[in-house]
């Protein structure tokens, strides 16, 4: 794929992640006086109490946001960050015209549209973009205040959401923190990966004879790493080895029969990039 093919390609998902956070907003959270932080939460009460339309906000927001933030901390969102941020405020307007709500359910709507904002908006922040919101108002609390930026934009969101506890009352301020947390997670899934393996250390008296048996076996790499007994003060190789979940039971046998006084730990790991796992290319 050519620079020119990548760049068109990150484009065209920054586009879908907009497109799919103004849907989840005009489907979902915005029909049922749901606000789940960020420039759209604060859209959502506008909405209700002025009439006033819910992207025209979003871009109200942003704007002056990203000018700040540009000024204060230089270019560092990037020409895609402002890109997907003005496209979320022209979607959500346009799509308001001929879209309607698909549930009146407050707790449907709190999941299914705090998810698939979520969706959204993690496919704009892994193409090297973003929809603005209360992540650049953070930026700026933790610039002026030195509060760290999750806390800062926790804080952020939860003026918002406190600020639709006034205006709708608490119950759906209830269910527009719900949306947020289900948010959060879903941009994290799509950042990080769906695909969990595993990733085992092993410190053997017989590295040698642990790390043929792996390549031969499974396949897989296995990576030496220096370490140091603290407590015997000798050193020892420490064998590095990433594998599928299926093949957990293999490494474990492995390890037992060369060195049953071996030490074996295994933990999750989220996304694997690179030989054997899934390819850097489009990343």
Known sequence: MSRWQRTMFEYGMVTLGAALTALAYNWFLIPN???AGGAGGLGTILHYLWNFPVGVTILL?????FIAVTKIMGTRFGIKSIYGALLLGVFTDIFALFTQGITTDPLLSAIYGGSMMGVGIGLAMRYRGST?????AAFLVNHFTGLPVGQSLLLVDTVIIFLAGLAFGPELALYGFLALYLSSKAIDLIQ???GYNKAAHIISTKPQEIAAEVMNRLGRGVTALQGLGMYTGSERQVLFVIVQRTEI????EIVRDIDPRAFLVIGDVREVL???FQGLIME
Do not use: M, V
């Open 33 to 35: 006086r749901i606000a």
């Open 61 to 65: 927001f942003n704007i002056p946001l």
């Open 132 to 136: 603005g919101g209360s992540d650049l």
């Open 192 to 194: 990080e990966g769906t």
């Open 249 to 252: 039971a293999l490494i474990k």
């Open 274 to 276: 690179g030989e054997g």
